[in-house]
């Protein structure tokens, strides 16, 4: 089997609207909405992977939370954006091998991460930038 890349991200959410308006806000478009299928498809970027929102059980609690990481120029520069517009981070941005990671979570407990190249700008969609060490404050 061949592997092409990712087709949709699947999160359950308690609240369709209310999941529709979170991700609006971090920046994804709304592609399609249906409230008698309890569902809901977001873009991601130009690429073809969406995420879809499906009404499900409430969940919280969970060992561990599902996660899309989503590759951005600049996590630290997506740091600042995300605190202006008041979205409360799931953690520390943090420096990984590969280059910075913000993270934040939706009221379901799902994370969205956001997450750069600089360290190791070869494995990056559009080759990064210069490698950063220290975090913006």
């Known amino acids: 089997m061949k592997m092409l890349g990712i087709d949709h991200v ?8 209310l999941a529709v308006e979170f991700y609006q806000r971090l920046g ?19 690429e073809h ?13 969970g060992v561990e939370h599902p996660r899309l990481w989503i590759e951005v120029d600049d996590a630290q520069a997506a740091t600042k954006e995300l605190q202006e517009k008041g979205f409360k981070l799931a953690s520390e941005p943090r ?7 913000v993270e934040v979570m939706d009221p379901w407990e ?4 956001f997450n750069d190249y600089h360290l190791q700008p070869q494995f990056g ?4 930038t210069k490698p950063r060490k220290e975090p913006v404050k």
Request: proline letters at 4%.
């Open 125 to 128: 969609r559009r080759g990064g």
């Open 95 to 101: 420096l990984m091998a590969t280059g910075w990671l």
């Open 10 to 17: 699947v999160f359950a959410v308690g609240d369709i609207n």
């Open 110 to 113: 799902n994370v969205v991460g």
């Open 49 to 61: 992977p969406n995420l879809l929102l499906l009404k499900g059980p409430e969940k919280k609690g």
């Open 28 to 46: 994804f478009k709304l592609q399609f909405q249906s409230a008698q299928a309890g569902a809901a498809v977001l873009i991601i970027s130009e």
